[in-house]
């Protein structure tokens, strides 16, 4: 019986997230800071020692527009619910085994604990599918996520994930993804 868990950057070709990197939202190129009152043009996998991991894989944007839409990789506005799963940014991908279910999952962001949105930033995620944007701040703010069906003892989640700063200077936060296992 095992259960894991992998998040990944999707691309032309996926860049896994592993336990030491940062899911980087960029103004534009690789650590380019976003200025305040401005939302992500690029996103990155950032490792421990400052690389840009996935550097040369295209890695998917989705940039916060308005409530219901997204400017995918820069293009024109899309009404998300029109986003296609290998178009999301995050995959997050769940490796049951035989006697795993997750389901009543949640996804969110936060600061010092879970109830505490991070300062300086909006953290908004939507699930494909979804019509709207959700701000993710807090767990009690988490988005919901549908329940999966299990597909060759795995679950796959694919979310659009984007960051617009509301303060100056390099604002930080942590993503989290909470479910029941049964």
Known sequence: MTLTFDWYLQGSSDTKIDDTDKLLFSSGEFDERIVAGKCNDSTHVKTDVGANKSDGNSPNNNKYLTNSTASLNGGLPRNINTVLDSEATIKLELNLGDDFQVEDAIFYAYQESSNVSPDGLIFYSAETGNSKWSDIGGRGN???????????????????????????????????FEGVIK
């Open 142 to 176: 988490a988005l919901e996520l549908g329940d999966k069906t299990i597909d060759s003892n795995k679950q796959t989640y694919y979310l659009l994930a984007s960051v617009c700063l509301t303060a100056g200077g390099r604002q930080t936060g942590t993503m989290k």
